[in-house]
């Protein structure tokens, strides 16, 4: 098996833990069959265990270092239900940035409660193995501030760091997952 297969097993399996700690339909979202159904951005597609993920979210990505914060409040306020963050965005910044923005809006009941959201966010390469998956989600978790996280992604499958500059050689001689 290789190395991602285990990692994306240890990922399904923590994610499907967390997801039981959401309510099965929350009442903010609504499933609907194609995206193109879509009428709000509370509309979703209902994944396992009747969860519903939004069909559009708002991406944390580009915000930068200490900017967060009020993108993602205004978002809240427009009506994004779904949040994108990662570990690594913004130099390990974004995520408490999220975190706040979410208990802000709570605060100023832009949202009702944390329900009202769907929240992903990403492992990080540097994390791979199974006790190093819990250490990373539960350090997510802390700057999030969250209890739980509904979908939980590998941000980058190979836990080398150089992976970008593997010499074309090389790969042919022992594979796209020689590091």
Known sequence: M?????????IIAITSSLSMKRNILPKSFRAVKNSSDAKTLRDGVELSEGVIMPWVGFGTYRLGKDKALTPILEALSKGYR????????AGENTEKQVGEAIKTAIERNIIENR???FVITKHWRKYHGYKETLDCLNLSLNRLQLDFIDLYLIHWPGPAYSTMTRRKEVMEEQGPWAY
């Open 82 to 89: 779904c949040i994108d963050t990662a570990f690594i965005y």
């Open 2 to 10: 290789l190395l991602s297969q285990i990692i994306v097993c240890c």
């Open 115 to 117: 329900e009202d959201i």
